[in-house]
């Protein structure tokens, strides 16, 4: 069965160092997107990427980085941890604009 | 700017007590609204997507249905199992991005 998956589930880093999520999706979708789940704000889109070689910035974008090299994989990197990116981030592929996204496991973010 | 609100923010039922979830939104060409239903530790599962008003959707107990400025999740015979959180989320405008409400917390107690 095709899935998307998240690694690693659980991290933990400090302030100022960089770090990277990554994304797997055997669907073959074209799109991919990475949100950050906290309470209070529900789900906000960071990045998403309609293809290969294609990102784009989304609501609160500054910080992180993704790059699409292939259609399975989406990474986000963030630069130099802040606490203020403690956070759980999901990822999600879609087959096409507007239609439903399918979401990954989630990874737990604190950086302390 | 599109903006989604989703009422009340928990509810707490008992087992077969019949209830909605409201999920009111504010967008400039609505292209489809969404529902999730989303378990503690877990990712969003989705459930329906709904086009157009008037629209309807079933999956067992849920039933989903569509207005311009609203729409409901239905749940009838609720079970303990159907505890969770259900999102909601609006697509519009050319990129058809997702925004999504901050959630309602189901809890159904047996």
């Known amino acids: 069965d095709a899935e998307i998956t998240q690694s690693p589930r659980h991290k933990i880093t400090e302030t100022g160092r960089q770090v990277t999520l990554a994304c797997h999706q055997t669907w073959n979708h074209n799109n991919m997107f990475w949100y950050r789940q906290d309470l209070g704000h529900g789900l906000r889109l960071i990045h998403y990427?309609?293809?290969?070689?294609?990102?784009n910035k989304g609501e609160v974008s500054d910080g992180y980085s993704v790059s699409r090299s292939n259609t399975e994989d989406l990474p986000l990197t963030l630069e130099s941890a802040a606490s203020s990116q403690t956070s759980v981030y999901f990822c999600?592929?879609?087959?096409?604009?507007?239609?439903?996204?399918?979401f990954g496991p989630g990874t737990r973010l604190t950086v302390t | 700017e599109d903006q989604v609100t989703q009422s009340p923010e928990a509810l707490r039922l008992q087992e077969g007590e019949s209830s909605s979830l409201n999920c009111s939104y504010t967008?400039?060409?609505?292209?489809?609204l969404f529902w999730y239903r989303q378990d503690p530790g877990k990712g969003p599962e989705f459930l329906f997507t709904?086009?157009?008003a008037g629209e309807e959707k079933e999956k067992e107990r849920l039933k989903a249905t569509l207005t311009k400025k609203e729409s409901f999740l239905h749940i009838t015979a609720p079970k303990p199992e159907d505890s969770a959180t259900y999102l909601c989320a609006v697509s519009t405008g050319a990129n058809s991005k997702l925004t999504f409400g901050k959630g309602i917390t189901l809890s159904v107690r047996p």
């Open positions: 990427s309609y293809g290969v070689q294609d990102t």
């Open positions: 999600a592929s879609s087959v096409a604009p507007g239609y439903e996204q399918y």
């Open positions: 709904l086009y157009s």
């Open positions: 967008v400039s060409g609505l292209r489809g």
